[in-house]
């Protein structure tokens, strides 16, 4: 465990973290594992366990808190406010594996004491329509800021947890690689919501607002950020577009179906030519400089495994 006397973390190894762990530990199944598993990204019950079972404890100790701090500022304000929705906020590049973390920790909080109920939600539903991207000229700025509509998506999170009922969010389609019209996904006063996407933590403070300005990050009670050197981001995201254009890409219906029979050399130039394009610049202007606004950042070995975490000191 290393402590940087000016650093605001704590960098800890993989061994001393799922030392931290304890006996505190969770039943899955092999199909539990295999459901959670990703497009070339293996994920083992090792994994799992050295380091999602240590993060699912570390969490609940803070939602345990975050509920004890409720109560008694209740009691204070002398009112009877309901329990509200601990929100976690889970960012990092394109190819990083944020969705797999998600899924993870959707999965080992639902098996913590007490069973809690636990919502996933990413934001690219959240993205504009490619009708509205497409009539102001950012389709090659999908996945900016500029990309979404974060009014939505604050109006979203606001709506969760000041303890709305049935609060609804757009629903995104990778195959068709747009919002699906008139879809929804339904949130119901879950005890922890979990929020994935790639801009999350970012801060947008080069516009000039008139009144106060709020972020989405305003909402998290904890966040996350998937961490790894670009080398190694590019690399997997040329992996899972090669996996892709044989697998998804060969659906009729999908939006790149068009690049489903490019040859292989063709294929790795194309996908180099969309991270050079858009993923590359996104990573390097909006979500990096973010990372150091999480509460913790899990840092990712060449394989996806966990090497490090980064806890942020209290």
Do not use: C
């Not at 993060?55 to 004890?68: C, D, K, P, R, Y």
């Amino acid at each position: 465990m290393s402590y940087d006397e000016y650093s605001p973390f704590i960098t800890v190894d993989r061994q001393r973290w799922r030392e931290l762990n304890g006996s505190i530990t969770y039943n899955l199944s092999n199909e539990d594992i295999s459901s959670l598993n990703a497009l070339n990204e293996p994920l083992t019950l090792s994994e799992i366990q050295e380091v999602y079972f240590p993060l699912g404890h570390l969490l609940t100790i803070h939602i345990e808190e975050a509920q004890q701090l409720h109560e008694r500022a209740s009691k204070f304000l002398k009112s009877k406010s309901k329990k509200l929705p601990f929100i976690i906020g889970i960012a990092g590049s394109v190819a990083a594996g944020k969705s797999t973390t998600a899924r993870v920790l959707q999965k080992v909080l639902s098996l913590s004491p007490g069973k809690p109920r636990v919502d996933l939600v990413t934001t690219d539903g959240f993205l504009y329509p490619n009708h509205i991207l497409e009539a102001r000229n950012i389709m090659n700025k999908k996945g900016f800021p500029v990309s979404y509509d974060t009014k939505r998506l604050i109006r979203f999170l606001s709506e969760i947890k000041s303890g709305k009922e049935k609060v609804s969010a757009p629903v995104y389609s990778h195959l068709e690689y747009d919002i699906i019209e008139g879809a929804e996904q339904v949130v119901d006063r879950p005890d922890i919501v979990i929020i994935e996407g790639i801009n999350v933590l970012q801060v947008n403070l080069k516009k000039q607002y008139k009144g106060p300005r709020i972020f989405v990050s305003d909402f998290f009670d904890f966040s996350i950020y998937v961490h790894s050197t670009e080398k190694n981001l590019i690399n997997w995201y040329l992996d899972r577009f090669l996996n892709l254009q044989e697998t998804a890409f060969q659906n009729s219906e999908s939006y790149f179906h068009k690049y489903a029979n490019l040859s292989h050399e063709d294929a790795i130039d194309f996908a180099r030519n969309i991270w050079k394009e858009i993923n590359g610049p996104n990573l390097v202007k909006n979500i990096l400089p973010t990372r150091y606004r999480a509460n913790l950042i899990l840092e990712k070995d060449v394989d996806h495994s966990i090497k490090q975490i980064k806890f942020k000191k209290i």
